[in-house]
């Protein structure tokens, strides 16, 4: 498995411990669901380590509202490619809420839906094959498009947008 976040394969340096495992050392970088950090939200927070909530189906990403900037990543599982929440987690997250940290896509990510993680302020993939195997896959699903008719946070500019430069600049 591989990790690609800013066109570069990267190292896993983070524990996802489950909502019932033995937390490592307090200066490990950790990840745990949501529930668990509700639950257990003063103690991981006072650890000296990174720390990460994963997000499952069925979890509400606004109970992090009041957390955000205390979170260096979330990852958002995806179970299954049938299961599109995740797309709205990712865009809550980034447009909504105005999280800055690694929003990472865990789970049955697949290489035609990078593209649209992306664009809904995904920054860093999951993927089940290795390295640069991995880095090419993100890269040609980047690439796919050039044009959107539907905007979103991710800053690219809309067709409605171009026709509209494109006026401006004709008059």
């Known amino acids: 498995m591989a990790i690609v976040k ?3 394969v990267i ?3 983070w524990i996802t411990v489950d909502a019932e495992g033995d937390l490592p050392a307090s200066d490990e ?3 745990v669901p949501l529930a668990r ?7 991981l ?7 990460g909530v994963q997000l499952n189906p069925g979890d509400a990403p606004e109970d992090l509202a009041d957390d955000l900037d205390r979170l260096s990543i979330i990852t958002v599982n995806f179970p299954a490619y049938t299961d599109g929440r995740g797309y709205s987690y990712g865009r809550v997250l980034r447009e909504r809420m105005g999280f800055t940290g690694e929003l990472r896509a865990v789970g049955d990510v697949l290489r035609d839906q990078i593209l649209y993680m992306h664009r809904c302020g995904f920054d860093a993939y999951d993927l089940k ?3 640069e195997v991995a880095l090419n896959k993100v890269r040609a699903a980047l690439k ?3 044009v959107y008719y539907q905007p ?3 800053g690219r500019v809309t067709a409605q947008s171009l026709r509209e430069r494109r006026r401006a600049a004709l008059q």
């Not at 950090?37 to 103690?43: A, G, I, L, P």
């Open 45 to 51: 927070l006072g650890r000296n380590g990174g720390l």
């Open 152 to 154: 979103t946070g991710d």
């Open 6 to 8: 800013n066109d570069s």
């Open 144 to 146: 796919e498009m050039s």
């Open 37 to 43: 950090f509700k639950e257990e939200r003063d103690s």
């Open 11 to 13: 190292e896993q340096e």
């Open 129 to 131: 094959v290795e390295g």
């Open 29 to 31: 970088n950790l990840i």
